[in-house]
């Protein structure tokens, strides 16, 4: 049984990593760039002469992992789902460098019981010489097996209505091996590679990582409205289904500004991602 005053008290100790171009490069690789060897925009975030790096690729450094399988918090994690990332990027990240993390759980809520609860993790992430922000993000978890512990009920979220035709389009076809690249970047859920347990969870084969789709959200709006994906300043979405590797992404973009905008993803006719928010520096 779910133990919530185990998970809000959970201590995430303090993680350091280095990496390097070769983890920006890998990165880059698994959100597809480079699917077209010739194409010079993307070969800025793989050619590390003189590299461009995703902001995106700090959501996967210093990661906690697995830590809610811990048997001492009592979630079910066969029913768990990573249903929602919000992240901001107040500094460029350099192709290479040394971070440090923090991580808090802010909020545990109940959705009741046979609803699940909905629990929201806190990060950020720094530089471990000179402390510079790079990122901040939250990342919502949905813990389908563990509503009905007694918790405060969980927040009505705004619906998105844009109430016009999409201000441009775009589409990712990703690449059947897309997950088991990804993977490489830190997420080793097997759920994303192994046949027999993505099955056990009901799903056809191993799906796509929400996180990627989630940065192949930022590259796709960026490149639909003629920005930079490395000025990328903030990127949110919902993950309100499910890809799975070689699935084309659909996405829908409307300007909210010079700066912003907001977007939804489709695959077919099912929504993938909703509630899409995006932001970048100026140029």
């Known amino acids: 049984m779910i133990r919530p005053e185990a998970i809000l008290g959970f201590d995430f100790g303090h993680p350091t990593q280095a990496y390097g171009a070769r983890d920006a490069i890998l990165y880059a ?4 760039l480079g699917s077209d060897p010739l194409d010079r925009a993307d070969l800025r975030f793989l050619d590390e002469r003189d590299l461009a790096v995703l902001p995106t690729l700090a959501v996967t450094l210093c990661s906690p992992g697995m830590w809610i399988r811990d048997p001492a918090l009592g979630v079910d994690f066969g029913k768990l789902v990573h249903s929602a990332q919000w992240a901001e990027f107040p500094e460029p990240l350099p192709p290479a460098a040394g971070v440090k993390g923090t991580a808090k759980v802010v909020s ?22 000179d402390g510079r922000l790079y990122c901040r993000l939250r990342q919502t978890l949905l813990l389908r097996g563990d509503g009905g512990f007694g918790g405060e009920p969980a927040p009505r979220e705004d619906r998105f209505e844009p109430g016009r035709a999409a201000d441009a389009v775009r589409r990712i076809a990703t690449s ?17 590679f192994d046949p027999d347990i993505a099955a056990a969870a009901g799903f056809p084969r191993p799906i796509l990582h929400g996180l990627a789709s989630y940065g192949m959200a930022g590259i796709a709006a960026s490149r639909a409205l003629d920005h930079d994906p490395a000025s990328i300043a903030a990127l949110a979405c919902r993950f309100s289904g499910v890809v799975l590797p070689g699935d084309a992404i659909d996405f829908a973009i409307w300007r909210e500004g010079e700066l912003s905008a907001r977007f939804e993803a489709r695959v077919g006719d099912r929504k993938v991602l909703d509630h899409g928010t995006i932001s970048w520096r100026q140029a």
């Open 29 to 32: 690789l698994g959100l597809g």
């Open 108 to 129: 545990l809520s109940d959705r009741g019981e046979g609803r699940g609860a909905v629990l929201v993790l806190e990060r950020s992430l720094a530089d471990a010489t």
């Open 176 to 192: 059947p091996r897309a997950a088991l690249i990804y993977r490489l970047s830190g997420d080793w859920n097997p759920l994303h």
